[in-house]
């Protein structure tokens, strides 16, 4: 089990830059897959990254791809989101998702979530 705790949203002009942090608790935080979802008003959570136990596979969403970096330090219970050259578009509410067994962009995988962080882009 692992309780997972995101950081670091807030309001941001376009252009700018924001990096979100998940602390996790628990001893077995290097066995997880980690991913990072968003959920705007009126839409459904979708896919923005995820990595594998190591960071040895990344994956990105098209809409976010050369914009965000997905990263973890298994030393510190920590997966970070750096989010680079926002848009408006990117204003949600920011989860963060992990996964012993498998990883993959489908909510449905994740067996454990933090409460969410909210990023507002202005324009």
């Known amino acids: 089990q692992v309780q997972l705790v995101e950081s670091g949203g807030g309001l941001v002009q376009a252009g700018g830059s924001l990096r979100l942090s998940c602390a996790a608790s628990g001893r077995t935080f290097s066995r997880y897959a980690m991913a990072w979802f968003r959920q705007a008003p009126g839409k459904e959570r979708e896919f923005v990254a995820m990595i594998s136990t190591t960071g040895g596979y990344i994956d990105y969403a098209d809409s976010v791809r050369g914009r965000f970096t997905i990263s973890r330090d298994n030393a510190k219970n920590t997966v970070y989101l750096q989010m680079n050259s926002l848009k408006s578009e990117d204003t949600a509410v920011y989860y963060c998702?992990?996964?012993?067994?498998?990883?993959?962009?489908?909510?449905?995988?994740?067996?454990?979530w933090g409460q969410g962080t909210q990023v507002t882009v202005s324009s």
């Open positions: 998702a992990a996964d012993e067994r498998t990883m993959s962009p489908y909510v449905s995988t994740y067996s454990y």
